[in-house]
């Protein structure tokens, strides 16, 4: 079966860390974006952070720039996202999808989505 999937998520006090995990099964990731999305309940689904196939150039959200570090390791089919100095405002779902032409391309496949609480 073809899928992404998410972990890491849980909750963390303000100003703490945590590290999405999104791991490609019955994909390999190796030419494909990684887009990190989020949903908090209420608002519109907003992207956080893309990084390409080549590892050039990451996309970040102003509101997560300089806190929120994206990577991949193709060796292990998994991306990241390093999330630091969080924020109550950062809680959501988060979601990872998989473009074969790049960032804000057409997403092929998404994750199930994993949850970030930030709060005291």
Same mark, same amino acid.
């Given at each position: 079966?073809?899928?992404?999937?998410?972990?890491?998520?849980?909750?963390?006090?303000?100003?703490?860390?945590?590290?999405?995990?999104?791991?490609?099964?019955?994909?390999?990731? %190796?030419?494909?974006?990684?887009?990190?999305?989020?949903?908090?309940?209420?608002?519109?689904?907003?992207?956080?952070?893309?990084?390409?196939?080549?590892?050039?150039?990451?996309?970040?959200? %102003?509101?997560?720039?300089?806190?929120?570090?994206?990577?991949? %390791?193709?060796?292990?089919?998994?991306?990241?996202?390093?999330?630091?100095?969080?924020?109550?405002? %950062?809680?959501?779902?988060?979601?990872?999808?998989?473009?074969?032409?790049?960032?804000?391309?057409?997403?092929?496949?998404?994750?199930?989505?994993?949850?970030?609480?930030?709060?005291?």
């Amino acid at each position: 079966q073809l899928q992404l999937v998410e972990s890491g998520g849980g909750l963390v006090q303000p100003g703490g860390s945590l590290r999405l995990s999104c791991a490609g099964s019955g994909i390999s990731l %190796d030419d494909y974006a990684i887009h990190w999305f989020r949903q908090a309940p209420g608002k519109e689904r907003e992207g956080v952070s893309c990084i390409s196939g080549s590892n050039v150039n990451p996309y970040y959200v %102003d509101s997560v720039k300089g806190r929120f570090i994206i990577s991949r %390791d193709n060796a292990k089919n998994t991306a990241y996202l390093q999330m630091n100095s969080l924020k109550p405002d %950062d809680t959501a779902v988060y979601y990872c999808a998989a473009a074969p032409r790049g960032c804000f391309r057409a997403y092929r496949y998404w994750g199930q989505g994993t949850q970030v609480t930030v709060s005291s």
